[in-house]
């Protein structure tokens, strides 16, 4: 009996030190980030939407629009932001006006517009303005993730009459609602709603067009509800408070995620929420979880065709929902993603999503090619050598190649960058590539224009190329995005000058204000520390842009491999004493490491690790310096603690 109680009491000292250990590990994770454990997501936290600059001007005009009945349009990104975007602003605008419709109040109605970007380009433009808006005849026009810089658009938009029929002269009134970086001067519209002015005080300027799209809604709701207790309608106003506009928030998750914005205290809250809500709605059946607004038909759809199983975790979101989702704006005419994510049926949410998973796969394909293209290219320009970041001539590159898909251009820039560590833009034509010989759409595009995207490591991208502006002003170029992220549109005649000058605006920047890369190290992990309390805990924070997933690194001897298909492989790995046996070294001439005290079988998956070239598995025995993120494997009902390979170094053999 002593016995049994002495071990009781020795196993519970042992689960209390783990736990202790575990916690300080979860500290130091949040704390390299900047964030303190346990990080509370407290909707109470959220930032006041009041602080946003012309928020309410916005919002009470579009609560006029719901109780006068006024015919809105919604104009956005063809992006997964926009896409959010647009569907949390519809949805919720069709609720409040759904309830009103109760109270006697006329139904408003909502349209959206999503421009096709191998016809109109990015953003609201006066072809588009004219040609896919003014038929629907708006009281009022939003713009969604997009139109801080459509000036000329909302000028042309203000000269109309005899549009609107509520409005004075029949003009509509234009709200602009968007988070990229403005220029000096604002467009001429009815509020401007963007956290980026410089006259904003809202505290998060890493919000989203999605986000900035929510909280306007919240604004709207309040506004409502004001409205309707001063013209003596309190059941009316009761009613509209019951509405509670995070029933939005799986969608929310999705749009800043993709988004790819930093993951500030106040975005990680706006994901965490979403994906606990998308958790517990997948433990509800589909017409529940979408009736209490918890998981939407749509978000379902997409989780289910991508093969993601409970529980979602920010990394599903990323790499299975946001691509399909950004596939559409990408390959064809933007609009099976947002209808999937407005689908109030459940038939209606698959047959889009299963829309979406073809065009992801076609645009797989498509940008295999454009990288395999894009590397030769570069290779060509600097040389074979791996090691690009070390050119000072790497710091700024531009490639363009005639047959080039416009809309695969950015995700080709954006892998070039993860190879150079620079500054990267990528140029097509502009003109339709799914267009038939001779049709209409064949020659929209402007065969002088190139349509170009960027991504950036070492200076923002937008600064850059006003730069570039500012150093040619005669140049003709468009453009507009992040610090990041930006696209342009250039007159074909330009495209040597611009070379040169967007290599001297990088070289510039990178001496006067560099962008700051830093490098989260998460150290390594005890064979007792990966267990499943940590991985459920990594499972379930926000993780994303300034915010990463934890990596941990250490050495490991391969005990077993397998390839799986044609490019991966699944290892089985012990862990290694970090120093090498003294004096002891392969028939190679490398290192031998020891196998550590302790050590355990730990199963790593290692993606797009063999090809033609190098068709082999890692060979058991060697020795690996191995990056990695802790993860569960759960498949068909079995759960299984693993890694996932993020880099592997031979480092040489293990004993």
């Not at 060509?380 to 001539?393: P, V, W, Y």
């Not at 290692?606 to 990695?628: C, H, K, M």
Request: charged share 25%; glycine share 8%.
């Amino acid at each position: 009996m002593r016995d049994m109680l002495n071990n009781a009491m020795y196993q519970g000292g042992v689960a209390s030190d783990l736990e202790a250990e575990l916690t300080g590990l979860k500290e130091r994770i949040l704390g390299n980030r900047g964030a303190h454990y346990p990080e509370v997501y407290d909707p109470a936290n959220l930032i006041c939407p009041t602080k946003l600059t012309d928020g309410i001007r916005a919002a009470v005009r579009l609560s006029e629009a719901l109780i006068r009945g006024h015919r809105v349009v919604a104009v956005a990104d063809f992006d997964c932001d926009g896409a959010t975007g647009a569907a949390i602003f519809i949805r919720c605008m069709n609720r409040f006006s759904a309830v009103l419709s109760s109270f006697r109040y006329p139904r408003a109605s909502f349209e959206y517009v999503i421009p096709d970007r191998f016809k109109y380009g990015y953003g609201l433009k006066i072809p588009l303005a004219e040609d896919k808006i003014r038929p629907l005849r708006p009281d009022v026009v939003v713009t969604i993730d997009n139109g801080i810089s459509s000036h000329d658009a909302v000028y042309r938009i203000n000269s109309w009459t005899a549009v609107s029929d509520y409005n004075r002269d029949g003009t509509p009134h234009v709200i602009i609602t968007d988070h990229h970086a403005p220029g000096e001067d604002l467009p001429a519209a009815y509020a401007v709603v963007n956290p980026n002015r410089k006259d904003c005080s809202f505290p998060s300027k890493a919000l989203s067009g999605c986000g900035v799209a929510f909280y306007l809604m919240i604004l709207v709701r309040q506004a409502l509800i004001s409205r309707l207790k001063k013209a003596g309608k309190p059941e009316a106003a009761q009613a509209i408070a019951s509405i509670q506009v995070n029933h939005v928030a799986d969608v929310l998750a999705i749009g800043t995620i993709g988004d790819v914005v930093p993951m500030d205290a106040n975005n990680r809250l706006l994901v965490k929420v979403g994906l606990d809500r998308i958790n517990r709605g997948l433990s509800m059946s589909p017409k529940e979880s979408h009736d209490r607004g918890y998981l939407c038909y749509g978000v379902r759809a997409l989780l289910s065709l991508a093969g993601v199983q409970g529980p979602v975790t920010s990394t599903d979101l990323a790499f299975q929902v946001v691509p399909r989702i950004n596939a559409v704006g990408r390959m064809e005419k933007p609009v099976s993603g947002i209808e999937c994510l407005l689908a109030d049926s459940q038939i209606i949410a698959e047959i889009e999503a299963k829309r979406c998973d073809a065009l992801n796969k076609e645009r797989k394909a498509v940008q295999k090619d454009m990288e395999r293209e894009a590397n030769d290219e570069l290779s060509r320009l600097f040389g074979e050598s791996d090691s690009l970041s070390e050119s000072e001539d790497q710091s700024a590159v531009v490639l363009h190649a005639d047959h080039w898909h416009p809309g695969i251009v950015g995700l080709v820039a954006s892998r070039i960058k993860e190879r150079t560590k620079g500054a990267v833009i990528c140029f097509s034509p502009e003109a339709d590539p799914n267009a038939e010989p001779g049709s209409p759409d064949a020659v929209s595009g402007d065969p002088d224009w190139l349509k170009g995207s960027g991504r950036s490591d070492n200076v923002h991208l937008r600064d850059a190329l006003a730069y570039v502006a500012s150093r040619a002003p005669d140049m003709m170029m468009q453009f507009g995005g992040h610090a990041r992220a930006a696209g342009l549109s250039l007159h074909r005649s330009e495209l040597n000058r611009f070379r040169r000058l967007f290599r001297e605006a990088v070289a510039y920047l990178r001496e006067v204000s560099p962008l700051t890369n830093p490098v989260f190290q998460d150290g390594s992990l005890l064979p007792a520390h990966r267990c499943r309390e940590l991985a459920e805990w990594i499972e379930g924070q926000p993780w994303g842009q300034m915010f990463p997933e934890p990596l941990f690194s250490q050495k490991f001897k391969v005990i077993r491999s397998l390839g799986i298909g044609k490019e991966h492989q699944k290892l089985l790995v012990m862990d290694l004493d970090d120093e090498p046996l003294t004096g002891e070294f392969g028939e190679d001439g490398t290192p031998v490491y020891p196998v550590s005290h302790g050590a355990k079988a730990f199963p790593v998956l290692w993606f797009f690790s063999r090809d033609e070239s190098n068709p082999n598995p890692v060979q058991p025995g060697v020795a690996i310096e191995l990056t990695y993120t802790l993860t569960i494997n759960r498949f068909r009902g079995k759960d299984e603690l693993q890694g996932i390979a993020r880099d592997v170094q031979y480092i040489g053999h293990g004993r």
